[in-house]
């Protein structure tokens, strides 16, 4: 069966700093991949999206950036986190069916 | 431009009681319906989904949804909500004009009373 992966599940980081975040999955190949941000008391935002290894779609303009080295494995990543980044980020991905899954998340707090 | 929109940002329950979340969406060509749901910190678990057929479509935990082309609307039944039933509830639409990526509402949350 397939699962996906996300790490880490909680992160705090100082304004300024770098951003790294990472999600796998496991048990399918050629998955489209997706990153969603989820602020609080709202909805989900599709941030990137991915077709295969080295092909990104931003949806949002905005100081993220998104990678695929290999087929199953997406990040999310930032030069310098602004407070306006905090937020849950989630991985999602999607095979042959219409329906994306989800990862646990990533609770993101920028001070 | 393909959007959801939920209209109720907060809904209380009885334990026993009947649920109904409204969803309506705006979407250019045949829509995917999906509502997932989500427990408190936690990733989003699929409900149920509709793309064709019959427009009644069943779910896991006892949900239901029906698709109202006419009314642009996919609402969500429960006939006896349990207590478990208490988390938030998104509704999101998509399909393959816009290589399946999909629009959230901003989601309803459904807090259970005993």
């Known amino acids: 069966s397939q699962t996906i992966h996300q790490w880490p599940a909680t992160l705090v980081q100082p304004v300024g700093s770098p951003l790294s975040l990472e999600c796998t999955v496991e048990?399918?190949?050629?998955?489209?991949l997706y990153w969603y941000r989820q602020a609080a008391g709202r909805g989900l935002q599709l941030l990137f999206y991915?077709?295969?290894?080295?092909?990104i779609s931003s949806e949002v303009p905005q100081n993220l950036s998104a990678s695929r080295p290999q087929d199953r494995q997406f990040i999310l990543s930032s030069k310098k986190l602004l407070l306006s980044d905090s937020g849950f980020y989630l991985c999602?991905?999607?095979?042959?069916?219409?329906?994306?899954?989800f990862g646990p998340g990533t609770r993101l707090t920028v001070l | 431009a393909q959007s959801v929109t939920q209209p109720d940002i907060h809904i209380t329950v009885s334990e026993g009681a009947s649920l109904e979340l409204r969803c309506n969406y705006s979407?250019?060509?045949?829509?995917?319906l999906f509502w997932y749901v989500q427990s408190p910190g936690q990733g989003l678990q699929l409900l149920l989904k509709?793309?064709?057929?019959?427009?009644l479509v069943q779910g896991i935990k006892g949900f239901e949804a029906e698709f109202k082309r006419s009314q642009s609307s996919f609402n969500l039944r429960k006939p006896s909500v349990h207590w478990s039933d208490a988390a938030e509830y998104f509704c999101?639409?998509?399909?393959?004009?816009?290589?399946?990526?999909?629009?959230f509402g901003a989601g309803t949350t459904v807090t259970v009373r005993a």
């Open positions: 979407y250019g060509a045949t829509p995917y």
């Open positions: 048990g399918t190949s050629n998955p489209n």
């Open positions: 991915s077709v295969g290894i080295g092909q």
């Open positions: 999602a991905w999607r095979g042959g069916s219409i329906e994306q899954f």
């Open positions: 999101a639409v998509g399909g393959p004009a816009n290589d399946y990526k999909l629009s």
């Open positions: 509709y793309f064709s057929g019959d427009t």
